[in-house]
RNA sequence: UCCGACAUAGCUCAGCGGUAGAGCAGUAGACUGUUAAUCUAUUGGUCCCUGGUUCGAUCCCAGGUGUCGGAGCCA
């Protein structure tokens, strides 16, 4: 049997006086003795449920009037103008079947009522169905098109770079380990070490910990690339904006320097942006009424106003003449702490902000040196309440620079293939690495990443 | 990992050295084109776990576990 989408019939798109059907789960059942039940359907098409008028007509309707929150139910009626308040358009019932009960209405974990973040990250199964996941879920699959159809129109490459990786010293953190081994049995080499030998892939491996190096091969024969896929992090980091597994997109643009990758961040950014204002209107107001009153007001700024730019040593000048008692030490050569990036986004420019050309010291191999020696061409998109939401760079093109920089001999050996790259027709090129998750809590106001993702993995747990 | 807070009904929380309460949800009824409906009644508890102090601990103390917030690491 077809049905129709809530979507489509509040879009308008079909019309008043049609037969149509619906099927979903029930959020609430009013009735009224008056002989009719109105029962609120969700199908997760969009953030309204539709009203089912239910008439005491209908054979079943001593059925109707025990539905409770979470029951599902196929409805079909005729499209009518709602004569109530609250929605333009509802469904007179002429037929509800009930295809699921409620086992236990007291203990069904979903009540019609709110319910704190925490304790639904305990109910992962079923917090989906609530207004808040319901609207995240939207907002993430809205955000991901949005940023596919971004890189698609502008001739971009998507990648699929591996999951598992042979390499631990990429330096963005602490690895998951991948074996077959029987822990219980490790098989040992000569010198009483485990012999990786004769694990599955031959020697030790890992979950990526960024697609980054093995994009830079594309980038370097495509142009333009990007990946998007998950990223694991074995960190043990306990707070509302990691997870041990997150999504991450990595632009790489080949012929191109920090400014241009700035200048792609910013125009990816706002039109990620407008896309998901256009698009995702109901979940936008959602969150600007419950969870955070700038949320559509921030967007809006965002898209119509260009990102500031800084130096690093433009931004420590700031932060020692801010006049503000900080935790940390501002000093040249320090990594800015998030007291800093905070003070900087937040109450210096009052939105995102671009901080470049960090010391060397404290940023990453693959970074290309500039021509003080001192500093690299390095940026961080900070933003207000999250922090770094993208880290970028123009890379290291040059093939002695780039070894000089690598210190540890293990690396140098096994990145053989990524020094290669530079042996043979290397290019100025850069790219960065956004947190999709991050980006989904700046947008919709959330303040845990772990409500932004649906099956969050952190230390200490992965339920579900 | 460090610092701090918290753990009481299905949920959100109050409370007190003498073994416990509210609102919501559930159930029953009333009322209503209702929409987080409203009104009346009512069911419901290993007060996180283990020790200790005490005549007596949900409350005080110690340890443990879990969760949250902040920090570090980073996206």
Redesign the pocket.
């Known amino acids: 049997m077809s049905s129709n989408a809530v979507a489509e019939l509040f879009a308008g798109k079909v019309a008043v006086g049609t037969r149509v059907t619906v099927k979903g789960w029930v959020r609430?059942r009013?009735?009224?003795?008056?002989g009719?039940s109105?029962v609120?359907v969700h199908d997760g098409s969009c953030f309204d449920p539709i009203?089912v008028?239910v008439p005491d007509t209908l054979s079943n309707y001593s059925e109707v009037t025990?539905l409770?929150?979470g029951c599902s139910v196929i409805a079909s009626g005729e499209l009518?103008a709602?004569?109530?308040?609250?929605?333009s358009v509802?469904i007179?019932a002429l037929e509800l079947e009930v295809v699921g009960w409620v086992d236990?209405?007291?203990?069904?974990?979903i009540?019609?009522?709110?319910?704190?973040?925490?304790?639904l990250?305990?109910q992962a199964h079923l917090r989906p169905r609530t207004n808040a996941f319901g609207a995240v879920t939207r907002l993430r699959n809205t955000l991901a098109n949005a940023m596919h159809n971004y890189f698609y129109g502008e001739g971009f490459h998507w990648v699929n770079t591996p999951l598992i990786t042979s390499s631990d010293c990429e330096?963005?953190?602490?690895l998951f380990r991948v074996s077959t081994l029987d822990f219980s049995n490790l098989p040992r080499n000569e010198k009483g070490g485990v012999d990786f030998a004769q694990d599955f892939f031959a020697s030790e491996s890992f979950l990526t910990v960024?697609g980054q190096l093995n994009v830079e091969a594309y980038c370097l024969a495509m142009s333009k690339v990007y990946t998007f896929g998950p990223?694991f992090?074995a960190?043990?980091?306990?707070?509302?904006?990691?997870?041990?597994e997150?999504w991450?997109v990595e632009p790489e643009i080949a012929f191109a320097n920090l400014e241009d990758d700035a200048a792609l961040a910013e125009d990816f950014l706002k039109h990620c942006f407008r896309e998901v204002l256009n698009q995702r209107q109901d979940d936008m107001e959602f969150f600007a009424q419950r969870i955070d009153k700038d949320a559509i007001a921030r967007l809006e700024r965002v898209v119509n106003s260009d990102f500031v730019h800084m130096d690093y040593s433009d931004a420590v000048r700031i932060l020692e003449k801010s006049g503000k008692s900080f935790?940390?030490p501002v000093t040249w050569g320090l990594?800015l702490?998030?007291?800093h990036?905070?003070f900087l986004c937040e109450e210096y420019v009052k939105g995102p902000v671009v901080v470049k050309n960090y010391p060397k010291d404290?940023k990453?191999f693959y970074m290309r040196l500039n021509d003080d020696e001192k500093t690299v061409a390095a940026m961080?998109?900070l933003a207000p309440g999250?922090?770094?939401?993208?880290?970028g760079s123009q890379r290291e093109e040059r093939l002695s620079v780039l070894e000089s920089r690598m210190d540890n001999p293990t690396l140098k050996e096994e990145l053989w293939w990524y020094r290669d790259l530079r042996r043979y027709g290397t290019v100025p090129h850069a790219g960065f690495?956004?947190?999709?998750?991050?980006l989904l809590n700046y947008i919709s106001g959330m303040?845990?990443?772990?409500d932004a993702i649906p099956f969050p993995r952190?230390?200490?747990?992965a339920h579900f």
Do not use: C
């Open positions: 609430s009013r009735t009224s003795k008056a009719i109105f609120a009203q008028v025990q409770g929150a009518v709602s004569e109530g308040q609250g929605q509802e007179q236990d209405p007291e203990t069904y974990p009540a019609k009522k709110r319910h704190t973040f925490e304790y990250r305990t330096g963005a953190g602490e960024s990223t992090r960190e043990n980091s306990n707070t509302s904006r990691h997870l041990a997150f991450m935790e940390y990594d702490q998030s007291e990036e905070r404290i990453a961080d998109v999250i922090g770094e939401i993208i880290g690495g956004l947190g999709f998750e991050r303040d845990n990443i772990r952190v230390p200490g747990s």
